[in-house]
């Protein structure tokens, strides 16, 4: 079956620590893979994409690469911000149209960003 | 073009009573998905419905809960006789095409 695992939180960094935030997964064919930030309050918002094995999402920072050799999709940042401070949330797609693309979801991992 | 819209944002309920949650798609987007998210917890699958069509409610509990897309309007995730345990926060997000989802604020239903 299709599932996410992600590092637990919560992760706190002082202002431009490096970040990684681990994501496995398990997959029956060729998923894609996502981030998506929720910030206080607010509902979920895409960070950044990955469709295919080797391809790297980036987006205000952030980057994560697609490695089907440890079906991983860490998430990475150099030097992170404040305002970087919200849940983040790896996910999955499994591109089965026949079943609506179905999303899996991880846990999510609370960041922290401290001045 | 106007992101994912849901109402109400915030919804208090005393157990028993329903609630209704309304979620309007992006224009030009036919599939829609519920997810609920419990407090300190992710989000849970619930329902995914094309025009007029569930297609797969496997996340969706098996009492109480009902979902909707209609032709025309919004799409409504209904519970009835809400009890305490329902209270968490549901999102709704759309799809173009089934596959990049967006998603909308969330209700924060709260029963009482």
Known sequence: GNSVTQME???TLSEEAFLTINCTYTATGYPSLFWYVQYPGE???LLLKATKADDKG???GFEATYRKETTS???EKGSVQVSDSAVY???LSDNQSNTGNQFYFGTGTSLTVIP | NAGVMQNPRHL????????RLRCSPMKGHSHVYWYRQLP???LKFMVYLQKENIIDESGMPKERFSAEFPKEGPSILRIQQVVRGDSAAYFCASSPQGNEQFFGPGTRLTVL
């Open chain 1, 9 to 11: 939180g919560p992760v």
């Open chain 2, 12 to 19: 208090v309920r005393r157990r028993g009573q329903e609630a």
């Open chain 1, 73 to 75: 999709f860490h998430l």
């Open chain 1, 89 to 91: 949330f790896c996910a």
């Open chain 1, 43 to 45: 509902g979920l918002q």
């Open chain 2, 40 to 42: 300190e917890e992710g």
């Open chain 1, 58 to 60: 980036s987006n205000k």
